[in-house]
C-alpha cells in the first residue's frame, strides 16, 4: 500500500520561512501528489496549496505571495516553501494524493509560527 511521507515542518519565527516536502513511498500507476492541506487547532482542514489537472498552481488566499508549491514533474512528490510565516499559518500540514479516483493523506506534519 502506498503511502505519503512528509517531512519538513518545525517551530519558526514571524517572517522565517520553512519547507515542507511529500513523497510517495513508492510509485504506482496512476499516482499523482497534488499538494497540501492544513488544520489548525478547533478549525477546519482547508486548502493551502494545490496542482491542478494541468499542473497549475492553486492557492489559497492567505499565501499568495508568501507560499510556493513545486512538483518535480513524476507526480510523486511535491515540496511547499513557506516564506513570511505568519502565527495564523500556524497547524498541521497535510500532504494529499490520489490514486484510481481515491484520495491519500499523509499522517500530517506540524508547523508552529511564533510571533
Known amino acids: 500500500q502506498v503511502q505519503l511521507v512528509e517531512s519538513g515542518g518545525g517551530v519558526a519565527q514571524s517572517g522565517g520561512s520553512l519547507r515542507l516536502s511529500c513523497q510517495a513511498s513508492r510509485a504506482i500507476f496512476g499516482l499523482n501528489v497534488v499538494g497540501w492541506y492544513r488544520q489548525g487547532t478547533g478549525q477546519q482542514r482547508e486548502m493551502v496549496a494545490l496542482?491542478?489537472?494541468?499542473?497549475?498552481?492553486n492557492y489559497a488566499e492567505s499565501v499568495k505571495g508568501r507560499f510556493t508549491l513545486m512538483g518535480d514533474g513524476t507526480k510523486k512528490m511535491v515540496l511547499l516553501l513557506m516564506d513570511n510565516l505568519k502565527p495564523e499559518d500556524t497547524g498541521v500540514y497535510y500532504c494529499?494524493?490520489?490514486?484510481?479516483?481515491?484520495?491519500?493523506w499523509g499522517q500530517g506534519t506540524m508547523v508552529t509560527v511564533s510571533s
Open positions: 496542482l491542478g489537472d494541468g499542473r497549475e498552481k
Open positions: 494529499k494524493g490520489t490514486v484510481a479516483g481515491r484520495d491519500l
